[in-house]
T-cell receptor, first 109, second 115 residues
Framework: SQQGEEDPQALSIQEGENATMNCSYKTSINNLQWYRQNSGRGLVHLILIRSNEREKHSGRLRVTLDTSKKSSSLLITASRAADTASYFCATTNTDKLIFGTGTRLQVFP | DVKVTQSSRYLVKRTGEKVFLECVQDMDHENMFWYRQDPGLGLRLIYFSYDVKMKEKGDIPEGYSVSREKKERFSLILESASTNQTSMYLC??????????????FGPGTRLTVT
């Protein structure tokens, strides 16, 4: 049962530009997490935002959460070619993660 | 650093074979998970385990079983592999913590092809 839906499905930008990905979910959550997956590899945890938080930063990452709209966004500033990957949101209601289908980000040098 | 390892990166098996996928984590995590990942479908939870000898069905357990005899090892078993089980299989582990602070650590994945 998928909870999160990312938008867009694919995004292509030039190095130095900002990349914004959105995630919508359906039910109440305890927290929302973002993961990155390089091609053919496992997922790496990027950032977690709790349901009572509205914004969180980590390096070049900025995550916002709007629980009234059941949506989150991930902003990557000053993108680099190494940011090329798929990005997934995942929500937690109990102790299972439910993942979205991901946004494929391509950053051209 | 947490390390989650999976026994194979690539695996090719024939229809009807019994397949074992092994996962080992080195951080004494209570929880372990098996997912499969397919294009357009994202990650789907197959089985998970809260403790040794405990297992819970995820969203798509049909055709799979699991074994957790030791805390650090979680095995996924395909009793009779079928072509529709061709997929990327990802193992993950995590601490038992308050749900608001929970995160998972993933292995590199096993790409299984059933012919």
């Amino acid at each position: 049962s998928q909870q999160g839906e990312e938008d867009p499905q694919a995004l292509s930008i030039q190095e130095g530009e900002n990349a914004t990905m959105n995630c919508s979910y359906k039910t109440s959550i305890n927290n929302l997490q973002w993961y990155r997956q390089n091609s053919g590899r496992g997922l790496v945890h990027l950032i977690l935002i709790r349901s009572n938080e509205r914004e969180k930063h980590s390096g070049r990452l900025r995550v916002t959460l709007d629980t009234s709209k059941k949506s989150s966004s991930l902003l990557i500033t000053a993108s680099r070619a190494a940011d090329t990957a798929s990005y997934f949101c995942a929500t937690t209601n109990t102790d299972k993660l439910i993942f979205g289908t991901g946004t494929r980000l391509q950053v051209f040098p | 650093d947490v390390k989650v390892t999976q026994s194979s990166r690539y695996l090719v098996k024939r229809t009807g074979e019994k397949v074992f996928l092994e996962c080992v984590q080195d951080m004494d995590h209570e929880n372990m998970f098996w997912y499969r990942q397919d294009p357009g479908l994202g990650l789907r939870l197959i089985y998970f385990s809260y403790d040794v000898k405990m297992k819970e069905k995820g969203d798509i357990p049909e055709g799979y079983s699991v074994s957790r005899e030791k805390k650090e090892r979680f095995s996924l078993i395909l009793e009779s592999a079928s072509t529709n089980q061709t997929s990327m299989y990802l193992c993950a582990s995590g601490l038992v913590a308050a749900p608001s602070s929970y995160e998972q650590y993933f292995g590199p994945g096993t790409r299984l092809t059933v012919t």
